[in-house]
């Protein structure tokens, strides 16, 4: 490189001053750039948009992990809101602007065929998949695949069971139709049954697993309907008898999983489908009815067929946007490890996905009395059909199709069996605003 020795202007001496000074400078750049290197191995801080469990849960094992990672990461919580689909709201803005701020995802079960076909999630590397999936049950990992591929890391799952008073009814029915007539014999000061029949989707859960545990599906694949008739008009003739009975929760057309807990704890109520929440609920509302309170397996639609409780829970996803997606997948292997799912299910009654973590005899500190019928449920368990991209579309048609419950007749099943697969059609095939 060949130096100017003058200028117009400078002396000689001050422009030699000037080369030194920039000399120095080059020097200090270059020392930084070194500096800068250096502090890239510092601690990544992960940020994990999850709702605030409000057991701590998440947050205790989050806090295990970001310690035990030798300071390669610290995971800290951007709260969703409580409601589903508003948490979703916000994570799809987000990943639709192609947000760098998310880096974990807490994403309910039903969201990783639409999240995964958007591109927003990177797909788990294999060798963390074969750490994630070690002992989980094969329902769990449905619900974190796409594509035959695992989009996401399931950290807590979540069932549904059969609520019932032994007082009342001491060995649980083990059909729809057995705990109707049951109910029907106590009359409705004693006998109501509690489900979720709402336009949301605790009724798309409700009608999923009637189908399910009639004999068919809604889907078979993502663009391919099921809904086999004869199983399908079974399965609809259930929910329209218990909706016209006269032992049905009198505001079943509005009913969701806190007004049914309710229902329960008042004292009129026999029955009840709904998740593991509603224990620790009853035992803190309504101690007496506590202590008649027992939990069975998800009733059948066909004695000869077992019946297929719903899957519900929280999969961790790493965004396809995220800086840190090696730290972030590594994060995620500590936070399932069998520990942390212990953890979680002791404090928030949350149950793991690992089938390993039910042969503890600390999960009956979670789940006292009945741990073997939560790992049955999760075993059995049929996914709603979120394979489908169009799930949302799919979750609003198939909840306007039914919805009320009270119209469908059981005289008259083929008028409420083709208003479903006409709308389950449409949905799938992204026909009209829903």
């Excluded at 605030?52 to 030798?70: H, I, Y």
């Excluded at 399931?154 to 069971?161: A, K, L, R, Y």
């Excluded at 008739?229 to 399965?235: D, L, V």
């Excluded at 008649?292 to 396809?320: C, F």
């Amino acid at each position: 490189m060949r130096f100017v020795t003058s200028l117009p202007g400078y002396p000689a001496l001050m422009l030699r001053g000037i080369v030194i000074a920039l000399s120095l400078a080059a020097t200090a750049l270059v020392l930084a750039a070194c500096g800068s290197g250096a502090s890239s191995n510092a601690r990544v801080t992960l940020t994990w948009f999850i709702f605030n469990e409000p057991s701590g849960g998440p947050q205790k094992v989050a806090k295990r992990c970001s310690e035990q990672s030798n300071g390669a990461y610290e995971i800290k919580f951007e709260y969703l809101p409580s409601q589903a689909d508003q948490q979703r709201e916000q994570l799809v803005r987000r990943l639709g602007a192609e947000d760098d701020s998310l880096d974990l995802l807490g994403m309910d079960v039903v969201w990783t065929g639409e999240f995964a076909n958007a591109g927003w999630l990177a797909p788990v590397p294999e060798k963390t998949a074969r750490v994630v999936s070690d002992q989980v049950f094969d329902s769990v990992l449905q619900t974190a695949r796409f594509e035959d591929r695992l989009y996401t890391i399931p950290i807590w799952s979540n069932t549904q069971f059969l609520w019932y008073r032994k007082d009342r009814t001491p060995t649980p029915p083990k059909t729809w139709d057995e705990m109707i007539d049951e109910a029907e014999k106590l009359g409705p000061s004693k006998g109501r049954i509690q489900v979720q029949a709402n336009r949301y989707e605790g009724l798309v859960v409700l009608v999923n697993q009637l189908i399910e545990s009639a004999g068919t599906s809604i889907l078979a694949a993502p663009k391919e309907i099921d809904l086999q008739r004869e199983p399908t008009e079974r399965a609809l003739g259930i929910l329209g008898r218990l909706s016209r009975s006269p032992i049905a929760a009198s505001n079943i057309t509005t009913s969701t999983e806190d007004t049914a807990r309710l229902g329960f704890e008042s004292g009129n109520s026999a029955f009840m489908i709904n998740y593991s929440f509603v224990y620790p609920s009853a035992k803190a509302n309504a101690p007496k009815i506590f202590e008649q309170m027992r939990a069975a397996k998800y009733p059948q639609v066909d004695p000869s067929i077992p019946s297929k409780p719903p899957i519900g829970g929280i999969n961790i996803g790493v965004s396809a946007y995220s800086k840190h997606q090696q730290e972030a997948f590594a994060a995620t292997e500590c936070l399932v490890k069998p520990d942390n799912q212990l953890e979680i299910a002791k404090l928030g009654g949350l149950p793991p996905v690992r089938a390993d973590i039910y042969d503890r005899p600390e999960i009956q500190d979670a789940y006292p009395g009945f741990a073997e019928i939560v790992r049955e449920s999760i075993k059995d368990a049929a996914p709603r059909p979120s394979q489908s991209p169009a799930y949302q579309d799919l979750s609003l048609a198939i909840s306007r199709a039914v919805h009320p419950t009270t119209a469908i007749d059981p005289k008259n099943l083929g008028a409420a069996y083709d208003k479903l697969r006409d709308a389950v059609q449409k949905a799938i095939d992204r026909k009209g605003l829903l």
